[in-house]
């Protein structure tokens, strides 16, 4: 079974980002666990001088929740143009120390959904620099979500050919992990 973590950029209830997330637990195939990440909001704002031993534990959570997922899934909101603060700052506690910080080597692919009609494109391409930046494997892909008002009712996404795009883009995930996998087993 392939675990892949989902982290939603935004905090609130009835999140778009979220939504989609679900969606793609949903899609995902048989052997695939998508798993959403809960604790982003309890993450305090870094200050290197709380980084030491132990770590908060909120950072602890997600430290560990990324280490023992396969790959993670980011669904990224647009804020002024950029990464919501929140989840910017939560990739700053885990990339420290950054030799071995625990997106290193991960797969990862970010999706992301706005109101506007871009579909949160820059958050998505500054996102995939960060991760791209702490070593992690960024799937060269991209699903911007436009007017994501318009594409979920009661929660629920109801629009199929995103339903398509994220099952793909998890499947993409998925065969990463077993191109790793297989290569560990020929080293
Ligand atoms: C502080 C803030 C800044 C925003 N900036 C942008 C933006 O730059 N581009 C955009 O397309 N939407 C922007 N939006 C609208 C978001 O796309 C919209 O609120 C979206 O629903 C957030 O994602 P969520 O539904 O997952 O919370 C902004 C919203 C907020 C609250």
């Known amino acids: ?15 778009h980002n979220t939504g989609l997330l679900r969606a793609a ?10 798993v959403l990440y809960e604790g982003l909001k309890e993450i305090p704002p870094y200050d290197e001088d709380d980084d030491g031993h132990p770590r908060p534990a909120s ?8 280490a023992t997922a396969d790959a993670v899934l980011f669904a990224t909101p647009e804020y ?11 990739i700053d506690w885990v990339s420290r120390p950054v030799a071995t910080n625990v997106l290193r080597n991960k797969p990862a692919a970010v999706v992301g959904a706005s109101t506007g009609g871009f579909g949160a494109v820059w958050a ?3 996102l995939r620099k960060v991760l791209a930046a702490l070593g992690a ?14 594409r979920f009712e009661e929660g629920e996404l109801t629009d199929d050919k995103i339903r398509t795009n994220l099952a793909e883009a998890v499947e993409a995930l998925a065969a990463e992990i077993r191109r790793r996998e297989g290569m560990k087993v020929v080293a």
Not at 27 to 34: D, N, S
Not at 137 to 149: C, F, G, K, M, S
């Open 80 to 90: 002024n143009a950029s990464i919501p603060g929140q989840l910017k700052n939560a």
């Open 25 to 34: 637990a949903e899609a995902a195939g048989p052997e695939v666990e998508l």
């Open 124 to 126: 998505q391409a500054e």
């Open 1 to 15: 079974m392939t675990r892949i973590l989902g982290i939603s950029g935004s905090l609130r209830r009835d999140s």
């Open 137 to 150: 494997r960024v799937l060269d892909l991209e699903l911007p979500v436009p007017h994501a008002h318009t």
């Open 59 to 66: 950072i602890a959570r997600l430290n560990r929740a990324i």
